[in-house]
């Protein structure tokens, strides 16, 4: 009897076990050749998440996983203090080799990778004095973010920052003339055997192009970056090395291409639907469709009730109390706080929006409640579409770059560009007199190119870019003993609107003075004369004598 009841619950144990353990090799099943495993496996295939879909599996990397016994959460914590020990000790052996330790224990942590590679390409390369061992470090921090895409393949975060750290680190630092050559000689960050190839500004559009792909070819997440910030970036490297083209001396048919190329990039990332931070697509080219929608509605709300916008406000009017009427008409500057209620009260009541129009239309005519309701409601989502898109033309300043990529395309700016490198050229062959006029031809084709964008904000980028231009060309004149004051010098100067435009730090204030006097006929005081009396002039001995 005993042991009979011994093997029955024997089986019985059996059983349970094989019960429990039925579901989890249904769950948890290994996917193999031909195989795709357990629901656990097919999901993880599904959604990317294997170590073979992130990205390369290491042998090493595992190994010492899997030595720290558990105790990997220490082993990082002593490698990141470490880590930053050397930084502070300038030990860069030891830095870069405790790096390395910390990127096979946390391979697919993308902080990892962002954090050191910054702290290699920005942090530890500017405490070097010799530029090419700077420039090796900033290589470094390439080279390190590389092999975290190597790792965490396709994952957009880490390709945006190579186009970052390749193009701006590269293209922008105060040594970027040098690093620019630096990196077209370098075998290791150019593969490509294509010398028109080897420039970083072209090689961050590449990557900032396979940060795109990842995000709409392969369904990669933007997690917490913006979309307008993000997928600009191609059009910018390209904006950014037909600059670097122009300012390395590369003018005509080359730099217009570049331009071209940067304008069409720029026209499809206005074209682009992106995700808006109200949930719903919206193309930045679309802001005048949306404005047009919004107005096209509200003229089909009006002609429900002609006239009832102004018989609202003049209802409103009426009923605002003295105090409220008073500061609404007065808008007294420094306001008391009484005051300062009675105008938030009658702003609020003689503001008369769309909803409240459409909910006196359906008071005043019930049978056009619907109607006036649907068309409040999508003029409010009209309006608040075309709100999204000029605020987020704005963040990527998308007007301007559009106005500009068609500016530098025309003959007469290539003309210009060429004009001031060849009068930069010629100065520094101390030839002032030929600069001189080089500059002047050049400041005339700046006025041409000018007046066939007058949308073209004169106080923008362009602005800045084009007094550098005029301060080298004073540079000159004060080698000639000459200055913008004179007026043979000022007669031929093209550009006084831009100038008084852009001469943040009043250098130019005397010279503007005289231009505007002789244009408006009166006398000009010669450079440097100031009349007796006024402040500052000096003031003859023998005239100060009593008498």
Known sequence: MNSNSSAFRKIVYVLILMMIAAPIVWLGRPSSPGDQGGVLAKERTEARLGQADLGAIDPASETIRLATLGLRGIAVTMLWNAANNYKKTEDWTAFQSTLEQL???????????QYQAWNLSYNVSVELDNVRDRFYYVKQGIQYLLEGV????????LLDDLGWFTGNKVGRADEHE?????????????????????????????????????????????????????????????ISHAEALEEEGTFGETAKRAWREGARLWKEYG????????????????????KLEAARLRNELDALSPGIEQKMKDDAQAELTPDQRRVWESSPMSPTPDE??????ASALMDVTVAKIAARIAKDQPDKAAQAQSLATRIEDANRRANLIGSNRDVA?????????????TPESLKARELAHQAALRFKDADPEAAMGLYEQCFVEWGKALDQFPEMPRDSTTGGDLMEFIDAYAKVLEQLDLSLEDEEVANRFALW?????????RKYDGAIAAHKAREAGLPVPKPGEQKTGEPGSLINPAEALPQ
């Open 150 to 157: 190597g790792y965490n393949r396709d994952h957009p975060r």
């Open 103 to 113: 990127a096979r224990l946390q391979p697919y942590f993308i902080k990892v990778w």
């Open 497 to 505: 609107e831009l100038l008084e435009i852009n001469d943040q730090s």
């Open 271 to 290: 074209d682009r639907e992106m995700k808006s931070t109200d949930d719903f697509l919206i193309a930045l080219n679309d802001e005048t469709k949306w």
């Open 397 to 409: 300043n998308y007007e301007y770059w559009r106005i500009r990529c068609d500016l530098e395309q």
């Open 340 to 345: 300062q209620k009675w105008q938030q009260e």
């Open 178 to 238: 040098i690093y620019r050559k630096l990196y077209k000689l370098d075998e290791e960050l150019n593969p490509d055997d294509n010398p028109a190839l080897r420039d970083n500004w072209l090689a961050s559009k590449r990557w900032y192009e396979q940060a795109v792909a990842a995000v709409d070819e392969k369904g990669q997440s933007l997690s917490t970056m913006n979309p307008t910030t993000f997928f600009d970036s191609p059009a910018r490297s390209q």
